[in-house]
């Protein structure tokens, strides 16, 4: 019988010759590559808004958005350094556009979130149309649709940008593309897509006023509308005790996610509430949009402050505490992973 020294020296000469051959051993890496749960390499981390836009900020003295073509500051999570992603899954940044500049038009495979920090009256067009933008809204650029950015407004114009670019990266599957033009030519009046897909109803489908893709019709989900529809609900509706009063962004094509990667939320707690511990597979972005409070993930307790970005990984056990009324935005894979019947949570 083989002795235990024996056959590990025999092994090694074995994986030594196999290497050129580009032949591994499963048996040596199986507990890696089908864990017993999940093991992200994503840690968890806040990033300080006022902190960040300083940055953000200084680097607008340097470089113009024509420049940059997109004047961002990458959020990398610290556990995938290099890897420009906030999740395995998924890339956030903050963008800036100063008075007067724009953001020229392209477009690409990879699907974009964009949820507004600070500033008024700037807009994102999609294939012509703008969204004029303020604090706390919503707006998506779907994958392959044409979209630039602009600022009338003489105050700095500042977003979260949430993008499936590490996804699309797993699959080789990006493609980009630069409109011939700064900006696209005007399609339609400013929201003129929210007007006819925003009210739970649409165009009937075929007519002439139908101009929307028929997979992905809206685009912009205003503060104005999803706040008072979370006050509405904390007024009427019993409080859950792993997420508090919360509400999904929805498509109105088909009553799902936002996007085919990205799922989209607000939760509001309530001052003095405390949610009971949760953790699930999707890799979850989170913005304070209003109010005070702090997160407890696996044990270790972050403080929230408005504005502040904070990055859960996959599995991590999470605790919420309001100290005032907390509203919370938030980003996660959730929609890839229903898909592909992965997601899971598991609640105390």
Same mark, same amino acid.
């Given at each position: 019988?083989?002795?235990?020294?024996?056959?590990?020296?025999?092994?090694?000469?074995?994986?030594?010759?196999?290497?050129?051959?580009?032949?591994?051993?499963?048996?040596?890496?199986?507990?890696?590559?089908?864990?017993?749960?999940?093991?992200?390499?994503?840690?968890?981390?806040?990033?300080?808004?006022?902190?960040?836009?300083?940055?953000?900020?200084?680097?607008?003295?340097?470089?113009?958005?024509?420049?940059?073509?997109?004047?961002?500051?990458?959020?990398?999570?610290?556990?995938?350094?290099?890897?420009?992603?906030?999740?395995?899954?998924?890339?956030?940044?903050?963008?800036?556009?100063?008075?007067?500049?724009?953001?020229?038009?392209?477009?690409?495979?990879?699907?974009?979130?964009?949820?507004?920090?600070?500033?008024?009256?700037?807009?994102?067009?999609?294939?012509?149309?703008?969204?004029?933008?303020?604090?706390?809204?919503?707006?998506?650029?779907?994958?392959?649709?044409?979209?630039?950015?602009?600022?009338?407004?003489?105050?700095?114009?500042?977003?979260?940008?949430?993008?499936?670019?590490?996804?699309?990266?797993?699959?080789?599957?990006?493609?980009?593309?630069?409109?011939?033009?700064?900006?696209?030519?005007?399609?339609?009046?400013? +929201?003129?897509?929210? *007007?006819?897909?925003? @009210?739970?109803?649409?165009? %009937?489908?075929?007519?002439?006023?139908? /101009?929307?893709? #028929?997979?992905?019709?809206?685009?912009?989900?205003?503060?104005?509308?999803?706040?008072?529809?979370?006050?509405?609900?904390?007024?009427?509706?019993?409080?859950?005790?792993?997420?508090?009063?919360?509400?999904?962004?929805?498509?109105?094509?088909?009553?799902?996610?936002?996007?085919?990667?990205?799922?989209?939320?607000?939760?509001?707690?309530?001052?003095?509430?405390?949610?009971?511990?949760?953790?699930?597979?999707?890799?979850?972005?989170?913005?304070?949009?209003?109010?005070?409070?702090?997160?407890?993930?696996? +044990?270790?307790?972050? *403080?929230?402050?408005? @504005?502040?970005?904070?990055? %859960?990984?996959?599995?991590?056990?999470? /605790?919420?505490? #309001?100290?005032?009324?907390?509203?919370?935005?938030?980003?996660?894979?959730?929609?890839?992973?229903?898909?592909?019947?992965?997601?899971?949570?598991?609640?105390?």
């Amino acid at each position: 019988m083989t002795q235990p020294n024996d056959q590990r020296s025999q092994l090694e000469a074995l994986y030594a010759e196999m290497a050129p051959a580009n032949l591994t051993p499963l048996w040596e890496s199986l507990a890696q590559l089908v864990p017993k749960r999940p093991q992200s390499p994503a840690v968890v981390h806040r990033w300080s808004y006022d902190q960040a836009r300083d940055y953000l900020i200084r680097a607008g003295d340097l470089i113009s958005a024509e420049q940059a073509e997109r004047r961002v500051l990458i959020l990398e999570n610290p556990g995938l350094q290099g890897l420009s992603s906030i999740v395995p899954s998924l890339y956030a940044g903050l963008q800036l556009i100063l008075p007067g500049e724009i953001a020229p038009a392209h477009r690409h495979t990879q699907c974009a979130l964009r949820f507004v920090l600070e500033g008024e009256g700037a807009f994102t067009a999609l294939d012509g149309e703008k969204a004029i933008m303020g604090p706390f809204d919503l707006v998506l650029t779907p994958g392959w649709q044409w979209h630039d950015h602009g600022n009338p407004s003489d105050r700095p114009m500042i977003w979260l940008d949430g993008l499936d670019i590490p996804t699309v990266r797993h699959f080789d599957a990006g493609f980009a593309e630069s409109f011939p033009e700064k900006t696209h030519p005007e399609t339609a009046p400013p +929201g003129d897509t929210l *007007a006819r897909y925003g @009210r739970n109803l649409r165009p %009937v489908r075929g007519s002439a006023a139908d /101009r929307r893709p #028929a997979h992905q019709p809206l685009f912009h989900y205003p503060y104005a509308d999803w706040r008072p529809a979370l006050d509405a609900m904390a007024g009427a509706a019993t409080i859950d005790p792993h997420l508090g009063h919360a509400l999904e962004f929805l498509n109105p094509a088909d009553g799902g996610p936002v996007m085919p990667t990205i799922a989209a939320q607000v939760r509001l707690l309530p001052a003095g509430f405390e949610t009971r511990a949760r953790r699930s597979t999707d890799g979850t972005v989170f913005v304070v949009v209003e109010g005070k409070g702090r997160a407890v993930v696996e +044990g270790r307790e972050i *403080a929230l402050e408005p @504005r502040d970005v904070l990055v %859960v990984p996959s599995w991590q056990e999470l /605790r919420l505490g #309001a100290a005032d009324d907390l509203v919370l935005f938030s980003y996660s894979d959730r929609a890839a992973q229903e898909k592909l019947n992965l997601y899971r949570e598991e609640c105390a």
